[in-house]
């Protein structure tokens, strides 16, 4: 479940939600700014569209390829995250392959961004099953379509579109060297004698090189080859080339690659300058998401993987801090509403919710709770009017983007032996559980109206208005009742409706068929929901009105609703 209208998240915001000392989230040390732009491409990822043209190949595989390199190293060690991008992941890889050119090169406009596509590819077998597919296959057809092409050169013929130049030949040996089993001894030479061959007087093999391009190509050049590039090592220095009017885009993604190259050859003094020239192109009042640097994911993709390979592991482990941080401001911003309308089940939830959960707040009819996965408040009401404000404060004080209503409610339908073999409709009874796919009222007009405060109730007839749940809600609860029969016991689908103490279960079942079960306020929390656009869902252990209210343990409604909760912070 994806919101229409995700949150937009700054980097001034990590300060406010990370534990401890958060006062180097935006200092100008390298570990910081490798912690900004991760942070940078997790929320591309998460939530910017990922168009399926060609000239977003490369960004998106790229931006795939370099989080899935951070988070799996074991340094860091996000598994945890690595599992909510997974399937944007999976999304990336089926939508790059499924818009496949037809002509080299198959994806991306030149052979750098074609070997870039199937280096992300080969990077992401693990967890994307398009990628898994389609790797090997990729990863021979560029292998034979460099062996080709070698004699003249990796250019497709465009000079408006490619970059052509050393750092062509330098991606392809890099891919070829890292991803590729038994390397060819001749193309492995051939491959480096060209990426080693000099831009002479802004020309390469023919081609015009524009001047601030040179040393991007040299940047990956000196980064791959290392005391091989001495000669193209000793031009990184030479910054002459920020004199001439450039983006800040393509001044990012040249620093980037300067970045790259004196990195790999410990080159201190020009990393520094790369460095403070970076900062001055960073965007810090950009959402995350769209480019810290440069005003360009790119930049801040690029920036990443040429710090990465110059952070120790104490200094890429501290980079958690920032991650939680950001894991907590996706939480908050999709705060998880609980309506109960009995003191136990305040504690039955907090107490489902296990240990290391953290509560923030805590009153008689309030709680508001920081799970290890979401971010939690709980609202208690007993009668329909405090069941009514209840709901609202959740929504409106609390920012709740979701409601869930764990409750007891009275059994309907008897709960029947099997008289004989076969099929046979068992209705649901005392010890069982009801997942409500809707709610219905039964005689509560005049109750609504004083509980909600309004001149008339909101019913199109007498009838009153059946409420759907969210269907969403409801096929998450479904699938983790079905992982939880042990702990649950049987479970029920279906309506519930909700009384204040007038007809009998006969007059119930007459009026709504089909009915499972009756409680006191739960159509209140649906009605305030649907007035907000709030997804709501309504569980419902089944209890004889003797044992009402006297589980020592936390009931099984509550105990499900913590694992809905669980499930759905999954999705962002």
């Not at 609202?392 to 004080?397: P, Q, S």
């Not at 209140?524 to 209890?543: K, M």
Request: charged residues 20%.
């Amino acid at each position: 479940m994806v919101s229409r209208h995700p949150p937009v998240f700054f980097t001034s915001d990590l300060h406010g939600y990370g534990i401890g000392n958060t006062s180097w989230f935006d200092d100008n040390s390298p570990r910081a700014l490798a912690g900004r732009c991760l942070v940078d491409a997790l929320e591309y990822l998460l939530k910017t569209p990922k168009f399926p043209a060609k000239d977003w190949h490369v960004v998106n595989a790229n931006a795939a390829r370099i989080v899935h390199q951070c988070l799996t190293d074991p340094a860091l060690a996000r598994r945890d995250i690595l599992d909510r991008v997974t399937r944007h992941i999976e999304e990336i890889c089926a939508c790059i392959v499924a818009s496949r050119q037809y002509r080299i090169p198959f994806y991306g406009d030149d052979f750098w961004d074609w070997a870039s596509v199937v280096d992300a590819f080969c990077e992401l077998q693990s967890v994307s099953a398009t990628a898994a597919q389609v790797a090997k296959r990729e990863l021979d057809q560029f292998r034979r379509t460099v062996h080709i092409r070698m004699p003249s050169g990796l250019a497709v013929g465009d000079p408006d579109q490619e970059w052509f130049g050393p750092g062509v030949a330098t991606r392809a040996h890099h891919l070829l060297d890292t991803r590729a089993a038994g390397f060819d001894p001749d193309l492995r030479h051939e491959l480096q004698a060209q990426a080693l061959e000099r831009i002479d007087r802004g020309r390469y093999r023919g081609r015009q090189v524009s001047p601030w391009q040179l040393s991007w190509h040299y940047g990956q050049v000196v980064g791959e080859f290392q005391r091989a590039a001495s000669e193209q090592a000793a031009e990184l220095a030479d910054f002459a080339w920020l004199a001439v009017p450039l983006d800040t885009g393509k001044r990012a993604l040249v620093l980037a690659r300067i970045l790259q190259g004196a990195g790999a050859i410990k080159d201190r003094r020009t990393v520094l300058q790369t460095l403070e020239e970076l900062h001055r192109c960073e965007t810090p009042g950009r959402p995350l998401g769209q480019g810290v640097i440069g005003a360009s994911i790119e930049a801040s993709l690029d920036v990443l993987e040429a710090l990465w390979q110059q952070l120790d592991e104490r200094d890429k482990a501290n980079i958690n801090a920032m991650l939680d941080a950001l894991r907590f401001l996706h939480a908050k911003a999709n705060t998880i509403g609980f309506v109960v309308s009995t003191p136990d089940d305040i504690e039955g939830l907090i107490q489902a919710m296990g240990p290391g959960t953290l509560i923030e707040q805590r009153n008689a009819a309030r709680a508001i709770i920081r799970h290890s996965c979401f971010h939690a408040v709980i609202c208690l009401g007993r009668s329909m009017t405090e069941v009514a404000s209840a709901t609202a404060v959740a929504i409106a004080e609390h920012g709740a983007r979701w409601v869930i209503m764990p409750g007891r409610a009275h059994a309907l339908g008897p709960a029947l032996a099997q008289a004989t073999q076969g099929a046979r409709f068992v209705g649901a009874g005392p010890g069982d559980l009801v997942i409500a796919t809707a709610v219905a009222p039964f005689r509560i007009e005049i109750q609504l109206r004083d509980a909600l405060s309004i001149a008339e109730p909101p019913f199109p007839s007498e009838g009153g208005l059946i409420i759907p749940a969210n269907p969403e809600l409801c096929r998450l609860a479904h699938e983790a009742a079905t992982t939880m029969l042990d702990e649950i016991g049987v479970f029920f689908e279906g309506m519930t409706v909700t009384r204040n103490g007038g007809g009998t279960d006969a007059d119930i079942s007459a009026a709504v068929p089909g009915a499972l079960a009756t409680d006191e306020t739960a159509y209140v929390t649906g009605l305030i929901c649907l007035s907000h656009g709030i997804p709501c869902l309504v569980l419902q252990s089944l209890e004889m009105p003797s044992q009402a209210h006297t589980s020592p343990r936390p009931s099984a409604a509550c105990r499900l609703a913590v694992k809905v909760a669980e499930m759905l912070c999954r999705r962002w």
